[in-house]
């Protein structure tokens, strides 16, 4: 614990809660055999890495995959405060939930949930993509995220996990075809309003001489 301590910087009474928070359920976990993979969230798209961080949390990057057993790995989530996501997501997401009493329906936009825990909008976007069965709190239990650059788990043997570059679809052939023949077409129009343009220009004089 207190190498554990020691590895952690910052304020004493965040970083003690922090790593309380971190070492919760880790009894639970075997964790013999187990890979400690690190995800950097800083720059990163929400969806794409939530959906990376649920591939490597499930096993299913591995040979040995089965759906009834949890053979996936430790992930831990730094800099979860600078995730990105695209568009108009940030004021127009909302999560809602329901306290129980009558009209109690709650609902907190994502600028707000990442003003007050950023943790917890990569987690529920892993969670949401995880199958509801009972393997379900032993993947949650192997998710560690942290607002921060900083984790309590500088001793063991992490591994940073490169995010696979985004593979864009190539066009199909039809629609790369009337692609072209519409930007042909545009063209065409164009020249054909320029030429009109100056053929009414050149008439003009033509007309003040003769009259």
Same mark, same amino acid.
């Given at each position: 614990? !207190? ?29 013999? =055999?187990?890979?400690?993979? #690190?995800?950097?969230? *800083? =720059?990163? %798209? ?13 096993? $299913? ?7 009834? /057993? ?5 992930? #831990? ?5 600078? #995730?990105? %996501?695209?568009? /108009? ?19 907190? !936009? ?45 001793? /063991?043997?992490?591994?940073?996990? %490169? ?13 790369? /075809? ?5 930007? *042909? ?12 343009? $100056? ?13």
């Amino acid at each position: 614990m !207190s190498g554990t301590a020691q590895a952690f910087n910052g304020n004493l009474k965040a970083g003690l809660l922090s790593i309380l928070k971190a070492l919760a359920g880790l009894r639970r976990i075997d964790l013999e =055999g187990l890979r400690w993979r #690190v995800f950097d969230a *800083k =720059g990163q %798209v929400l969806g794409r890495l939530a959906s990376q961080i649920a591939t490597v949390v499930q096993g $299913k990057d591995k040979p040995i995959y089965a759906p009834n /057993r949890d053979d996936g790995d430790m992930c #831990v989530v730094i800099n979860a405060k600078e #995730v990105c %996501v695209t568009g /108009r997501k940030m004021t127009d997401k909302f999560y809602r939930w329901h306290t129980g009493y009558i009209g109690h329906l709650k609902e907190r !936009s994502l600028k707000d949930q990442m003003a007050k825990d950023p943790t917890e909008v990569i987690r529920k976007a892993v969670m949401r993509m995880l199958p509801r069965n009972k393997l379900r709190d032993d993947r949650d239990r192997k998710l560690r995220i942290f607002s921060g650059s900083e984790h309590p788990f500088g001793d /063991r043997a992490i591994e940073p996990y %490169v995010m696979p570059p985004r593979q864009v679809r190539e066009m199909r052939p039809r629609a790369r /075809r009337a692609l072209i023949r519409a930007q *042909k077409k545009a063209e065409e129009q164009a020249q054909g309003t320029t030429n009109t343009k $100056k053929g009414k220009k050149r008439d003009n004089p033509e007309a003040e001489i003769s009259a």
